[in-house]
C-alpha cells in the first residue's frame, strides 16, 4: 500500500513538473503577445561597420556639446496612442515653424531652433524638442540619404516598437524607413550621436 501511494505521489509530482516545463517554454500568454505589438526585423534600420560623420556635423557638435553627449538608457520607445501623437504633433509643428531655405554655396552649416533652414536644422530641432518632452536620446537619429532626385537629405528616425519612424520636413506624415522614397547612407549610433554607421 506504501508503495502505490509512493508511486502515485511519483507520478503526480512528474505531472507537475512535466506541465510546469512545458508552460515555461512555452511561455505565458501576455509574452505571446508581445512579438505582435513589436515590429517585424525589416521594419528597423541595419547599420554595419562605422564611417565618417557628416563634417558640418562634427562643426554643430563643437558649438552645441550637449546635442552631442553619449547617451544611457532606453533606445527604443513603447508607441502608444499618446506617444504617436506626440510624435505627430512635434514633427508637424517643427515643419511648419521653419522656412526652408537651402544652404548658399559650399557652406554647409547644421544648426538648431531656427526660423529658416534647411533638411538638417529641421531634424536637429525635432530632435531637441523630442528630448525636452521626455523622449530618449538614444532612440533619436539624424541620418543621411538621398532623394529619388538623388538630392542629399537629412532625417530623424525615432526607433519605436512599431519600427524606425522617419521624421522629414517633406512632409507631415510619419513612415517606417522602408516605406520611403529614401535612398539610405548613414545613421548616428544610438549609444553615441558622434559616432556614425553605414546603413
Not at 552631442?68 to 508637424?92: F, H, M, P, Q, W
Not at 538638417?120 to 530618449?136: F, M, N, Q, S, V
Not at 529619388?148 to 532625417?155: F, M
Request: one cysteine or more.
Amino acid at each position: 500500500m506504501v508503495y502505490r501511494n509512493l508511486v502515485k505521489a511519483l507520478l503526480v509530482a512528474s505531472t507537475v513538473y512535466a506541465s510546469m516545463s512545458y508552460q515555461a517554454s512555452a511561455g505565458p500568454a501576455a509574452g505571446l503577445a508581445r512579438p505582435l505589438r513589436t515590429a517585424p526585423p525589416a521594419a528597423f534600420i541595419t547599420a554595419s561597420r562605422f564611417t565618417l560623420a557628416p563634417f558640418a556635423f562634427v562643426r554643430f557638435c563643437r558649438d552645441n556639446l550637449q546635442d552631442c553627449a553619449a547617451t544611457k538608457g532606453e533606445t527604443l520607445v513603447e508607441l502608444d496612442a499618446s506617444r504617436r501623437a506626440e510624435l505627430a504633433r512635434i514633427n508637424a509643428s517643427v515643419n511648419r515653424a521653419i522656412r526652408p531655405v537651402n544652404d548658399k554655396g559650399d557652406a554647409d552649416v547644421w544648426r538648431v531652433d531656427v526660423s529658416a533652414g534647411d533638411c538638417e536644422d529641421y531634424a536637429l530641432t525635432k530632435r531637441r524638442h523630442l528630448i525636452a518632452a521626455g523622449w530618449p536620446a538614444g532612440s533619436l537619429r539624424i541620418a543621411v540619404a538621398k532623394t529619388s532626385a538623388g538630392e542629399g537629405h537629412a532625417v530623424l528616425v525615432v526607433k519605436t516598437s512599431q519600427g524606425d519612424l522617419v521624421l522629414d520636413n517633406r512632409s507631415n506624415s510619419i513612415r517606417t524607413w522602408n516605406r520611403t522614397d529614401l535612398i539610405w547612407l548613414k545613421i548616428q549610433s544610438p549609444d553615441n550621436p558622434r559616432i556614425w554607421l553605414d546603413i
